[in-house]
Nanobody, 114 residues
């Protein structure tokens, strides 16, 4: 199992970013995928999840209405579109597969600051 996140960066409050995660080593199109984040000094927290054919999505209350999770099974990639970013969204973002809870990528840093 390999998960490689990208797309993070520094953005001003109110801005947008799109994160990507390329997965390999398992049957990506058959499994749900999720995003988590970990802010400095805090525990890792759930952000969003998407079912294998994208029929169902679910979000943490803190990002609902601002973030959108999607996937492209042909590319083994899951995305996180983040709009209306706030300073409290600053964190390292990770993708994960619920079926492999011990596997994490290196994460991608998102910093929201003016």
């Amino acid at each position: 199992v390999q998960l490689v996140e990208s797309g993070g960066g520094l953005v001003q409050p109110g801005g947008s970013l799109r994160l990507s995660c390329v997965a390999s080593g398992f049957a990506f199109s058959s499994l749900a995928m999720s995003w988590y984040r970990q802010a400095p000094g805090k525990e890792r927290e759930f952000v969003a999840i998407i079912t294998r054919i994208a029929t169902i999505t679910n979000y943490a209350d803190s990002v609902k209405g601002r973030f959108t999770i999607s996937r492209d099974n042909a590319k083994n990639t899951v995305y996180l579109q983040m709009n209306s970013l706030k300073p409290e969204d600053t964190a390292v973002y990770y993708c994960a597969c619920p079926n492999f809870p011990n596997y994490w990528g290196q994460g991608t840093q998102v910093t929201v600051s003016s």
